[in-house]
């Protein structure tokens, strides 16, 4: 039996437990990392320097969830980059645990994993329990990080519930035409925390198939269409107009109802009416593509 958080102790010192408190936490994110703070640059010797912040951070699921601050300070030292080649450090931030974890201390540290030098490095993988805190590109040759630069993204905390934004784009990088037969473009896969609200926008590219030229608008497309979720139309049919020859980004949109788990998102678009769409990609023109958007908990 657990004790909730708020609720003092009873006689017999039976309360919120530790552990109780790092579940009571965990819910309040959907993931590790990065609260504020915590900027890592280089320095003029072999170590890091990381700023004062703040991270969400984690043992493994079944532990729970920690906010952990660190005062700011350097890194242990890493080893000099002799090679000929670049490598990535990851830089990390763990809370340690002597009581359940048998830590050395109860602490909150940062350190380094070295990565392996080559023409085109990896990020190196984190211990148990890490949070990222940067992924730093150090040169060939390099005896200090005072040169190393930021590569690669780590992962801010996100707060249960809250919008997480763009969370997938798909794009047809080609001229093609649609016409009268019904084609799915723009697969994506994603995975919701829980019942989300999404938002599809759609940008097609495209002009009037035959038509002679920007002025000339005799000729005319209407590309109707539905956005999917897993196979099913989600949404009331769209129409965008293209009128003559000129090539011309149309737009439509939806916000619709997603339920937790894996899903595929897509596009299904056909010719309405009037003659076939000519599709424009390069040079800027965008063809066609789909961004989605979660804006958020289903309540």
Request: proline letters at 5%; glycine letters at 12%.
């Amino acid at each position: 039996m657990s004790t909730a958080l708020g609720v003092s102790a009873d006689q017999d010192n039976n309360g919120c437990t530790p552990l109780d408190h790092r579940m009571i936490i965990g819910s309040n994110y959907l993931n590790c990392g990065i609260k504020n703070g915590l900027g890592v640059k280089g320095r003029s010797d072999l170590r890091y320097q990381v700023g004062a912040g703040v991270a969400v951070t984690s043992r493994g699921d079944a532990d729970g969830k920690m906010e952990a601050y660190f005062e700011g300070g350097a890194t242990p030292e890493t080893t000099a980059n002799t090679s000929a080649n670049p490598r990535i450090d990851a830089i990390w931030l763990m809370a340690h645990n002597r009581p359940e974890h048998k830590d050395d201390d109860n602490q909150v540290i940062v350190d380094v994993t070295q990565g392996t030098p080559a023409p085109t490095p990896t990020k190196p993988n984190l211990p148990v329990g890490a949070t990222a805190l940067a992924y730093m590109l150090l040169p060939a040759g390099a005896t200090s990080t005072a040169n190393a630069t930021r590569t690669s993204e780590v992962d801010y905390a996100v707060p249960y519930g809250s919008a997480m934004g763009l969370i997938g784009t798909q794009q047809v990088r080609q001229n093609m035409t649609i016409d009268a037969t019904y084609r799915t473009h723009c697969k994506m896969s994603v995975n919701l925390p829980t019942d989300r609200w999404l938002r599809f926008d759609l940008t097609v590219c495209a002009s009037a198939h035959g038509a002679n030229g920007g002025g000339d608008l005799s000729k005319m497309s209407e590309v109707g269409g539905h956005f999917r979720i897993d196979g099913k139309n989600v949404d009331e049919l769209f129409n965008l107009p293209f009128i003559g020859g000129a090539w011309h980004p149309q737009k439509a949109g939806a916000t619709v109802f997603c339920g937790r788990g894996t899903h595929t998102l897509e596009v299904e678009l056909h010719k309405g009416y009037g003659v076939d769409a000519d599709v424009h990609y390069g040079s800027g023109w965008p063809g066609i593509k789909l961004c989605v958007f979660d804006e958020g908990l289903k309540q």
